[in-house]
């Protein structure tokens, strides 16, 4: 009932910009907290920003200061600007939601959900 499209990957080279738009959509109650994630070749997902719904965010140590997270409510979208751009960077980008839908709110509460991930590739 719920799906999250991620868009916004691509190759660029290092030192630029890139943004991620994420959209939630289907039988929504209410979104807890949305955030990106990421996974490098052989390496463990991580968590890159999370935004709750009260607008508080939080960012890994290594994109703070490069990296903004935001969202729009009334679309239920949340973005990821990614600025000065590093080949370490370099990682299939993974939207993430925590959604109470219009069954799990009489059910079971909060679900996670996951997008299908966008690669962002950072090589000059």
């Known amino acids: 009932q719920v799906q999250l499209v991620e868009s916004g990957g691509g190759l660029v080279q290092p030192g630029e910009s890139l943004r991620l738009s994420c959209a939630a959509s289907g039988s929504i109650f209410s979104i807890n907290t949305m955030g990106w994630y990421r996974q490098a070749p052989g390496k463990e997902r991580e968590l890159v920003a999370a935004?709750?719904?009260?607008?508080?965010?939080n960012y890994a140590d290594s994109v703070k200061g490069r990296f903004t997270i935001s969202k729009d409510n009334a679309k239920n979208t949340v973005y990821l600007q990614m600025s000065s751009l590093k080949p370490e960077d370099t990682a299939v980008y993974y939207c993430n939601a925590d959604i109470l839908t219009l069954t799990s709110y009489s059910r079971t509460g909060y679900l996670d959900f996951w997008g299908q991930g966008t690669l962002v590739t950072v090589s000059s």
């Open positions: 935004i709750t719904s009260g607008g508080n965010t």
